[in-house]
């Protein structure tokens, strides 16, 4: 019995691509920090982002609707830490810009 991955296709048939790029995430886990491998493509009404690390099994990560098009999107870098400024976004990371 051989297992065919599937991946699904936008909902709408007119969804046109029109930004498309490779990102990494580090996340922490148990013992370790985990990089993750994305994908992220940009629809002129929406956002998508896979998580492609095992080719064999590729997830959905984010699939959101906008009013406008997503020309840019990328994951943002942890910023330098200054001396007695702590990162207040350090909870909500990874995040991710988009344009």
Known sequence: HTQVTQYPSTTAAHDKVVFAAFGEVTLPSADTRQKQRLLMIGYENGLQIWNISNLGNVS??????????????????????RRGKADKHAGQRPLIGIL
């Open 60 to 81: 959905e990560v984010v699939n959101r609707r906008f009013s406008g098009a997503v020309v840019g999107c990328s994951v943002l870098p942890e910023p330098r830490s």
